[in-house]
């Protein structure tokens, strides 16, 4: 179901290419005016995209948490990354013949269709924008491998406790998250499906972890007590989702999580 369009689409997308480059307000305007189709919503656990189906367009998550997955014959599903807002899914789609994984949505999600060819052109006409998206990308091959060395080396509490400090970073960057933690919510099922993990497994790890005190969970909401400490625990470090880089490159150093 479609509404009219609004500027949070253009604010969000900001927000995010903010981390890697300074927007001017002749790129800002070039940003809202290439996100001026109709804003539309989906329900929670509806597919956006369907594997084996031809990629209409880009999808930007505006709000609310999606996710990339595949489904095996079986019924057994694995997500193997999750969509936050901001996020752009998949800037790839212009020279894909048929989509190899399913979007999916975890909660309600308000999100704009984008042509590749719109893309294309802003990235053409405004090459730091050009070059904003392309940092997205590699951002997130980079959160690709992490998530597969998640699932091949580390416990079960590195794998969660990476996960929930990934989620705070990314959600900080486009500020939908505290200081200290965010509105959480996925299920056992999905973690255990974005983990590798058995929901019973998943169930003892959460109990574990809480009467640790690396994390306080209740009313769909996570919270951190000491992030120093989930980090040294889960073996997390922040340097491959890139959050400096334009630090970085203007040579003004790089914060680290948690200093």
Same mark, same amino acid.
């Given at each position: ?35 001026? =189709? ?17 990629? /209409? ?10 996710? /990339? ?24 789609? =212009? ?65 969660? =406790? ?18 200290? =933690? ?27 972890? /809480? ?36 630090? /970085? ?11």
């Amino acid at each position: 179901m479609g509404q009219a369009s609004d500027t949070g689409a253009a604010s969000m997308l900001m927000r995010h290419l903010g981390n890697f480059m300074d927007v001017t307000e002749r790129e800002s305007e070039a940003i809202a005016a290439a996100l001026a =189709g109709p804003v539309l919503a989906a329900g929670a656990r509806t597919d956006l995209m369907t594997e084996g189906e031809a990629p /209409r367009a880009v999808l930007l998550i505006v709000s609310g948490w999606a996710c /990339r997955y595949k489904m095996l014959e079986d019924g057994r599903r694995q997500i193997v990354a999750i969509l936050l807002p901001g996020d752009l899914c998949d800037l790839n789609n =212009g020279v894909l013949a048929q989509m190899d994984h399913s979007i999916g949505t975890l909660t309600p999600v308000r999100y704009v269709e984008i042509s590749s060819e719109v893309l294309q052109r802003l990235a053409a006409d405004h090459p730091k924008i050009g070059q904003g998206l392309w940092w997205q990308l590699l951002v997130n091959v980079a959160i690709q491998r992490e998530w597969t060395v998640n699932v091949g080396r580390r416990s079960a509490v590195e794998r969660i =406790g990476c996960l929930f400090c990934e989620l705070l970073l990314r959600l900080q960057a486009v500020g939908l998250a505290g200081e200290d =933690g965010y509105p959480f919510p996925l299920t056992q099922t999905e973690l255990a499906e974005a983990t590798g993990l058995t929901s019973v497994h998943v169930n003892r790890t959460l109990q574990t972890m /809480r009467n640790s005190g690396l994390i306080r969970l209740a009313d769909r909401t996570l919270s951190i007590p000491d992030l120093t400490a989930l980090q040294d625990i889960a073996l997390f470090s922040p340097d491959y989702l890139h959050l400096n880089e334009k630090e /970085r490159r203007s040579g003004k150093g790089v914060t680290r999580l948690g200093t």
